[in-house]
């Protein structure tokens, strides 16, 4: 076991860190008030090769792993959490395009989403009336000649309105989680209508809307993997993404530390800065001690995921402890700044209203409880 990070994993961490410190965090709070998509941060960050960490060089990627990966989401994230789901969802996206798609896809696609020429990935899997149970998904894909046309709505779809590549998810049969297959459809398709944009708590800089799919047309060879295999490359890549949001709810809870140790440094009362209070400190310390056990479970996750390893169950308990983690940590951060955190001069208040999707999306903390005990029931034999 090494805690030591590799020169290659240092030096992507040096320059998301360096990145997210000079151009990500000077707009964070801007993106939020004015529900901005940071468009040209996403081509810096395609030319910084964020949008493909784990990427093969061939395919424009840095070909850096999924450690790298994670220490980069969690850099960018400590910066702006809308920035970073909207990078997080485009790795992902190439990944699978990686994984699954054929050497014409990967040319035609991947490259695209690690340049930032198509701005961002998106990945359309939920519909109005199911989240948690993909497998109830309503939206079709039926063949006609050599085209496929697809029907139907996804719901909450992070950057819907400004991804050049989106996968799609749509029922190719009535066989439940197998009748689900896998569509990559490029922005513009006519019968691709972009919905409007969600008005949320948090995370105002990421772009979230319905898609919905009116007799939208892509050719036979926009089917990603093999036909009735959707569910399955849903499950795969949620695996992956799991590890990005276990490291955005890392970025985002070290960002509310950083904060509340400078806040509790400064602030006096009673004479005395109030870091010097116990009551303070045993807070400090219990967030801290959270933070860091987040940020050892997504590694050895996205390690597991760089080794090929199964890492389904390390996946989802790092995304379920990180999440819950950055909820109870940004609330003791607005705490610990007393009505200062309540309003938006300081940042904490972004930050809580950021963490409060991470035990929702990608999977809720029930969903990630139920995958996380059929692996230890089953390892148990
Ligand atoms: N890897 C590979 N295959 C997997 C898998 C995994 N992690 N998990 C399941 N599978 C396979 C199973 O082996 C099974 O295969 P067979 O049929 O060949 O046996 C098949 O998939 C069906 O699996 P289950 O029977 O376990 O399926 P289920 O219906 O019971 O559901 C579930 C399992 C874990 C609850 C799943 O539905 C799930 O993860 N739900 C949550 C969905 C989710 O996270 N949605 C988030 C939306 S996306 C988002 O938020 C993106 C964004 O923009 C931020």
Known sequence: MDFELTQTQTLIRDTARKFAREVVAPLARKLDREEIFPVETFRKMGELGLLGVNVPAEFG????????YSLAVMEIAAACASTSVAMCV???VAELIVQFGTEAQKKQHVTKLTSGEAIAGAFALSEPHAGSDPGAGRTTAVKQGDRWVLNGT???????????????WARTSNEGNKGLSCFIVEAGTPGLIV????DKMGLRGS???PLTFENCEVGEDHLLGKQGDGFKLAMVALDGGRVGIASQACGVGRAAIEASVKYAKERQAFGQPIGDFQALRFMLADMHTQQQTAELLSWRAASMKEKKQPFTREASMAKLFASEMSNRVCDKAVQI???????DEFPVERYLRDARVQTIYEGTSEIQRIVIAREVIKAAG
Request: glycine fraction near 20%; charged fraction near 10%.
């Open 207 to 209: 772009n979230t809307v």
């Open 90 to 92: 485009t790795n992902m």
């Open 195 to 198: 919905g409007k944009h969600e």
């Open 154 to 168: 996804k719901q909450w779809i992070t950057s819907g309105a400004y991804a050049g590549v989106i996968i799609v």
């Open 337 to 343: 700044h007393g009505g200062y955190g309540y309003i």
């Open 61 to 68: 990627g840095a070909e850096a792993g999924v450690v790298s």
